[in-house]
């Protein structure tokens, strides 16, 4: 199993980015994805889930109408649009494969993360 | 949401010994299946969070045995039997039994 999230950098508050995470060694198409965020020196933060098949979304209330998750199961790359990025956003973005049914999906591996950066 | 309170928040230990750190939920972890859904991960240094245990108990391939889960509802325990140097870092429990998923505050682990 291997996750590559890619697309993070500095961008100033109120603008938009787009993160990609590869994934390779398994079956995309089978499983839920997350996003989880770990601001500088901070703990985890769970961001959002989709299901294998992007029917079903979930989200953190810290984000909800500002970040939108996505998945290309053919390019087997899981995203995470985000808009309106705020100072607060600033964290490394790991994608994680999920575990389990939608209900009780959990995480079992993780990328390496993808460093965002809000900033004037 | 469900808050996840872990205890301690630091935890200097000496090579050889025991250490247990605590997490617990202000909800029951247990789902309607039956299943009580609570995750221990492990992060290094400059690292991704790794899984060790999940379902409370259960440990993850190529995880040593010297780490153990335990617990049931809403209190749950992480045992390392004797503490080695690679096991140095933030130990995290995460909840999957209700939205939004939500994680403790991290316990760092360092070598006395």
């Known amino acids: 199993v291997q996750l590559v999230e890619s697309g993070g950098g500095l961008v100033q508050p109120g603008g938009s980015l787009r993160l990609s995470c590869a994934a390779s060694?398994?079956?995309?198409?089978?499983?839920?994805m997350h996003w989880v965020r770990q601001a500088p020196g901070k703990g985890l933060e769970w961001v959002s889930v989709i299901s294998y098949d992007g029917d079903i979304k979930y989200y953190v209330d810290s984000v909800k109408g500002r970040f939108t998750i996505s998945r290309d199961n053919a390019k087997n790359t899981l995203y995470l649009q985000m808009n309106s990025l705020r100072p607060e956003d600033t964290a490394v973005y790991y994608c994680a494969r999920g575990e389990g049914g939608m209900t009780t999906v959990t995480t079992d591996y993780w990328g390496q993360g993808t460093l965002v950066t809000v900033s004037s | 949401e469900v808050v996840m309170t872990q205890s301690p928040l630091s935890l200097p230990v000496t090579l050889g010994q025991p250490a247990s750190i605590s997490c617990r939920s202000s909800q029951s972890l247990v789902y309607s299946d039956g299943n009580t859904y609570l995750i221990w991960f492990h992060q290094r240094p400059g690292q991704s969070p790794r899984r060790l245990i999940y379902k409370v108990s259960n440990r993850d391939s190529g995880v040593p045995d010297r780490f153990s889960g335990s617990g049931s509802g809403s209190d749950f325990t992480l045992k390392i039997s004797s503490v080695e140097a690679e096991d140095v870092g933030v130990y995290y429990c995460?909840?999957?039994?209700?939205?939004?998923?939500?994680f403790g505050q991290g316990t760092r682990v360092e070598i006395k």
């Open positions: 995460m909840q999957g039994a209700h939205w939004p998923r939500t």
């Open positions: 060694g398994f079956n995309l198409s089978s499983y839920a």
